[in-house]
């Protein structure tokens, strides 16, 4: 089956596209990508978002007007992938969508909100679309987050000791498989969101991240700071557990700068890189992982990799890539796998890794042009992914 895999991350940066081609083979899931796009948002569509994203008041006309305008951006490079990746023929598209409220309270996810009309898509593409993925798991119990850990325990069942993998968006999540456990998936706090609200707001809005980590590269962590950061109570909630912008926000930031005043914009920085890199290291060493493969837009700030490298000396750390899934397309792939498991009538969730009360089929399908026709349940999961053709070759 030829699945187009489509996710815009906490970061809401641009939309990643990613195709593959899929197949069960007993309880090995084939995977040979096919090729992946990075397609900005249209600047107006960027724009809602960021003034309707928490902790802004919004309306019921912006909400629909996102839901619209973030469908047919969505759809836009669902027709990209189709032509340029694809061959102009594709069995299903998955789509994320554009997260802009997840509802926890006491550590219980209430819901979750993905907006992107995933009409849009169908009626451009023709093809079915799976989406609205994360509400069954908050339905079944769970945190509906983070959904990459189905993909990743699936990935990491070959490698040896305990792996985890690691991806580093506007908020950093686990994966933890450890032998003779079952799988644990956990938001482990911010990566890029808390940096990335700071950058704009140093800037007044001229720059939105930390290039290559410079502004870090020329601060110095300030402990008052790290100290008041790290002394958030979610750090100490045990897994499973998530979070996102909702919490880690620019005046979540102002009010730990009220607490531990921080002159220099770049030590403001270089302490916000340190804490992603100490909270990860944290949350890898209570357990006692051996290998860390990371993805995620992260994964471009040479300075946060080094601060991970120095903060966990004794794990070997790698980006995705090395075991075929391009770090840029991992969470497209991702979601292309969790898509591919619905229409197949598997589950994609592991109750260990989102607290469910048990694995649940996830999304909803919106047919394409023709009859909608799913192909026959498969008869067992899925228990380890093979990922084949050239990008597993590298």
Not at 37 to 62: F, H, N
Not at 82 to 90: I, Q
Not at 181 to 207: C, K
Request: with cysteine.
């Amino acid at each position: 089956m030829r699945v187009i895999g489509l996710m815009s991350g906490t970061s809401y940066d641009a939309i990643e596209a990613a195709a593959a081609d899929l197949a069960l083979d007993g309880d090995t899931l084939l995977l040979r990508p096919l090729g992946h796009l990075s397609l900005p948002y249209p600047q107006r569509v960027r724009d809602l978002i960021a003034a309707t994203l928490p902790p802004a008041a919004t309306t019921s006309q912006a909400v629909c007007a996102l839901d619209t305008g973030i469908g047919q951006a969505f759809a836009d490079a669902a027709v990209r992938a189709l032509r340029e990746l694809c061959d102009g023929a594709a069995d299903l598209v998955v789509s994320h969508g554009q997260t802009m409220h997840h509802w926890v309270e006491d550590g219980t996810v209430r819901g979750t909100l993905q907006l992107g009309q995933p009409a849009w898509i169908a009626e451009a593409t023709g093809v079915m679309v799976v989406s609205d993925l994360r509400s069954r798991d908050v339905a079944a119990g769970g945190q509906g987050a983070p959904l990459v850990g189905m993909t990743d325990t699936l990935l990491l069942r070959a490698l040896p000791g305990t792996p985890a993998a690691l991806n580093l968006g506007g908020i950093a999540n686990v994966t933890v498989v450890a032998p003779g456990a079952a799988p644990l998936a956990f938001d482990t706090g911010p990566a890029n969101a808390l940096l990335d609200a700071a950058v704009r707001h140093f800037t007044d809005g001229a720059a939105g991240y930390d290039e290559d980590g410079r502004r870090a590269a020329a601060g110095r962590t300030s402990p008052a700071l790290l100290r008041v950061l790290l002394d958030d109570p979610y750090y100490r909630r045990a897994a499973p557990k998530t979070t996102g912008k909702e919490h880690f926000h620019l005046p979540y930031l102002q009010r730990a700068l009220e607490a531990a005043p921080t002159p220099r914009a770049d030590d403001v920085l270089a302490t916000l890189t340190r804490l992603t890199a100490v909270t990860v290291a944290d949350a890898c060493r209570a357990h006692r992982v051996t290998e860390l493969v990371v993805s995620g837009g992260g994964t471009r700030n040479p300075v946060l990799m080094r601060m991970l490298g120095d903060e966990l000396p004794g794990v070997r750390l790698r980006h995705s890539d090395s075991l075929g899934l391009p770090s840029d397309a991992k969470e497209a792939l991702a979601f292309a796998v969790l898509g591919y498991l619905t229409v197949n009538g598997l589950p994609g969730t592991l109750p260990s890794a989102t607290g469910a009360r048990r694995a649940t089929l996830l999304g909803s399908i919106t047919p394409g042009r023709g009859p909608l026709r799913l192909p026959d349940p498969a008869p067992r999961p899925p228990h380890r992914l093979r990922v084949t053709g050239p990008y597993a070759d590298r």
